[in-house]
Each structure stands twice: as structure tokens, then as C-alpha cells.
């Protein structure tokens, strides 16, 4: 008798899934990008004294092909928005976006024409990071969160799809009319 036989129904597939959550979350590079202020703390992050590479991160990639967390720290500029998503754009799947700061997730007291009023706009967002900055440790706390997430999510899910619905759920949920062709 083979093992699929002897093993409850989904067996296989629940190891697999374990195993590519696993060694998903444990090899989880960032992609280099700094907004504003919150990228201090970001790059505080990196510090011996914080010391992220103990969770196998310490490699901020340079090119958004190496890379597959994007550290939205700080605010977005209207002007910034496209590069942004392009960066996005060019990194590989399955990929995720971590939210900053206020300021990156709401627009936080830069309620004006001139910055994207939450970066969900832009790029789907997997965890939002409150506080203005948040300190390293916050940072550090937010990413073993989706690590969690990485770890336990299910193989064939279309992230992609997903990824777009959250889109326009945000974008139709707080307008911001220029970001609306990027979505097209
Ligand atoms: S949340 Fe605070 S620290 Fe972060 S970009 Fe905005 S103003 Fe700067």
C-alpha cells in the first residue's frame, strides 16, 4: 500500500504546502527603497543592534528582481507613485508589501493633493505598520507577522488576482484620482 493510500485525504498536499511556506518565509529578501523618514528606522533595522539577519534578511537587494518584500517607508509623493509601482511591478512572484508608517498606509497629517493618500493605491499591501516612525522593533514584529501569513498560506492561490481585487477595493474605498490609470 502506498503512502497516499495509508494517509488521510490531502496528506501530501499539506506537507508540500508546509515545506514551500517554510522555506518561502525563511528566504525572504527586501528589496532597497527608502520614502522618507520611516526608512531610518528601517535601515536601523539592519543595525547589529536590531540585527534583522536573524531571520535571514539582512540582504537588502539592489535590483527588484532579487527581491521579494517591499518596505513601503514613508510617505509616497504623487511623483513617486509610478516609480514605485514599477518597481513592484519588476519584482518576481509570489512577492509582498509590507506598509510603513502612517504616512505610507493613510496618507497619515499629509492629508494634501500632493501625496497618495495610502499606498494601497498603488501596489497591494499584506500587512499594515502603524506609527510615525515605527521603531525597529515594530518593524522586526511586522514581519514575523508575515512570515506567519507566508508560512500558512495554501499553494494556487492566484495571488495576482487577489492582489488586484485588494487594489481596487482600496482605491474605490478613498479615491485618488492620478493613480487610477495605473490600474488600467
Ligand atoms: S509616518 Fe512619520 S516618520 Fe514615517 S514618513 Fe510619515 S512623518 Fe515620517
Given at each position: 500500500?502506498?503512502?497516499e493510500?495509508?494517509?488521510?485525504?490531502?496528506?501530501?498536499?499539506?506537507?508540500?504546502e508546509?515545506?514551500?511556506?517554510?522555506?518561502?518565509?525563511?528566504?525572504?529578501?527586501?528589496?532597497?527603497?527608502?520614502?522618507?523618514?520611516c526608512?531610518?528606522?528601517?535601515?536601523?533595522?539592519?543595525?547589529?543592534?536590531?540585527?534583522?539577519?536573524?531571520?535571514?534578511?539582512?540582504?537588502?537587494r539592489?535590483?527588484?528582481?532579487?527581491?521579494?518584500?517591499?518596505?513601503?517607508?514613508?510617505?509616497?509623493?504623487?511623483?513617486?507613485?509610478?516609480i514605485?509601482?514599477n518597481?513592484?511591478?519588476?519584482?518576481?512572484?509570489?512577492?509582498?508589501?509590507?506598509?510603513?508608517?502612517?504616512?505610507?498606509?493613510?496618507?497619515?497629517?499629509?492629508?494634501?493633493?500632493?501625496?497618495?493618500?495610502?499606498?494601497?493605491h498603488?501596489?497591494?499591501?499584506?500587512?499594515?505598520?502603524?506609527?510615525?516612525?515605527?521603531?525597529?522593533?515594530?518593524?522586526?514584529?511586522?514581519i514575523?507577522a508575515?512570515?506567519?501569513q507566508?508560512?500558512?498560506?495554501?499553494?494556487?492561490?492566484?495571488?495576482?488576482?487577489?492582489?488586484?481585487?485588494?487594489?481596487?477595493?482600496?482605491?474605490?474605498?478613498?479615491?485618488?484620482?492620478?493613480?487610477?490609470?495605473?490600474?488600467?
Amino acid at each position: 500500500m502506498g503512502i497516499e493510500e495509508k494517509a488521510p485525504a490531502g496528506f501530501m498536499l499539506g506537507s508540500v504546502e508546509k515545506i514551500v511556506g517554510l522555506a518561502r518565509k525563511s528566504s525572504m529578501w527586501p528589496v532597497t527603497m527608502g520614502l522618507a523618514c520611516c526608512a531610518i528606522e528601517m535601515m536601523a533595522t539592519g543595525t547589529p543592534r536590531f540585527d534583522i539577519s536573524r531571520f535571514g534578511m539582512e540582504v537588502f537587494r539592489a535590483s527588484p528582481r532579487h527581491a521579494d518584500l517591499m518596505i513601503v517607508s514613508g510617505r509616497v509623493s504623487q511623483k513617486m507613485a509610478p516609480i514605485v509601482r514599477n518597481v513592484y511591478d519588476q519584482m518576481p512572484e509570489p512577492k509582498w508589501v509590507i506598509s510603513m508608517g502612517v504616512c505610507a498606509s493613510s496618507g497619515g497629517m499629509f492629508n494634501n493633493y500632493a501625496i497618495v493618500q495610502g499606498v494601497d493605491h498603488i501596489v497591494p499591501v499584506d500587512i499594515y505598520l502603524p506609527g510615525c516612525p515605527p521603531r525597529p522593533e515594530m518593524l522586526l514584529n511586522a514581519i514575523l507577522a508575515l512570515h506567519e501569513q507566508v508560512r500558512n498560506s495554501p499553494l494556487g492561490v492566484n495571488r495576482v488576482e487577489a492582489a488586484r481585487k485588494a487594489e481596487e477595493a482600496a482605491l474605490a474605498a478613498t479615491p485618488t484620482h492620478r493613480m487610477k490609470g495605473l490600474l488600467a
